[in-house]
């Protein structure tokens, strides 16, 4: 998978993804703070046809570094 990361987001490019196919992405990421953190929510979509579109809701985390 190629990705793109911006100050506000990271966009993941998924390659030949079929329908109702389930990835996994796995991340290794080191806490610089400690805090309640509320991630916002995400989508999926297809590049070409983007009303094909999932949504997750926003998530909450609590870090610890």
């Known amino acids: 998978a ?18 109702r ?3 996994n992405l796995s991340l290794r990421l080191t806490a610089t703070r400690a805090g309640e953190i509320k991630a916002p ?4 979509y297809a590049y070409y046809e983007p009303a094909l579109r999932v949504e997750a809701a926003a998530q909450r985390f609590v870090v610890t570094p």
């Not at 929510?41 to 999926?44: D, E, I, L, M, T």
Request: proline share 0%; no cysteine.
């Open 41 to 44: 929510s995400s989508a999926v």
């Open 2 to 19: 190629r990705y793109e990361v911006s100050a506000a987001y990271v966009t993941f490019y998924l390659m030949g993804v079929q329908s």
């Open 21 to 23: 196919e389930t990835r």
